[in-house]
């Protein structure tokens, strides 16, 4: 289980190159909110604000498939109202439950916090790839995230490795958490993790995917 306390999702870092708007299918399996990193389905969806839209993957968590697009910078609903989230079985309007505006250019920098789950990334794998890993639906701390509207996403510390197939390249941590680095017991002295600045790997406008990475 991911040590989500301190989960920040994925935050663009320095600077914000570009965003575009996709939409978000009525009733999704999984939960929306600010910092997610998100994948597309093969379908456009018909908007009633924007025409029709690329949509979203709503069929369950993106840990290691390969159409990730980027991270959510803004959420809203089917009436085109910002709002902090959007939650698995949101109806909205019937077609959509809402919209999302993300950061999806597959050269943007994001930075995001390791989940030291069993051990810290080592400072041999901190240039090395990695997954990411989602909070589940079950786990009590949905509410909080629905309180701050902030992902609880994070770096799947287990998975670095230097294998080709996985979601994120990680390029250092970020020059605050040096001191961080390796730490297998953050926490206890009120240290938080390291943060790493990372790139999406599998990046769905550089596949060669011909279905939206829905059989990843």
Same mark, same amino acid.
């Given at each position: ?22 939409? *978000? ?60 989230? *959007? ?33 810290? *990334? ?95």
């Amino acid at each position: 289980m991911a040590n989500i306390n301190w989960a920040m999702g994925f935050q663009p870092y320095e600077k914000l190159l570009h965003c575009h708007y996709y939409g *978000i299918v009525t009733a999704p399996t999984v939960n929306y909110f600010h910092g997610d990193l998100v994948g597309l389905n093969e379908n456009l969806i018909l908007t009633p604000k924007m025409g029709y839209l690329p949509r979203l993957y709503a069929a369950g968590v993106i840990d290691g498939k390969d159409n990730i697009i980027g991270s959510i910078m803004a959420l809203f609903d089917s009436d085109f109202d910002p709002v902090k989230y *959007i939650l698995a079985a949101t109806a909205g309007n019937s077609t959509i439950a809402g919209y999302a505006l993300i950061a999806d250019d597959p050269n943007q920098l994001f930075v995001a916090r390791e989940d030291f789950d069993t051990n810290a *990334i080592d400072t041999s794998e901190g240039s090395f790839n990695a997954n990411i890993i989602s909070e589940t639906l079950s786990l009590p701390t949905v509410t909080v995230r629905k309180n701050a509207g902030i992902s609880s996403q994070m770096i799947d510390s287990t998975t670095a490795s230097a294998t080709a197939a996985l979601n994120i390249k990680m390029y250092g941590p970020h020059p605050n958490d040096g001191d961080l680095v390796a730490d297998d017991t953050p926490g206890s002295s009120g240290d938080e993790g390291a943060r790493y600045i990372c790139k999406i790997t599998e990046h769905y406008y550089g596949m060669p995917s011909v279905d939206g990475g829905t059989s990843a």
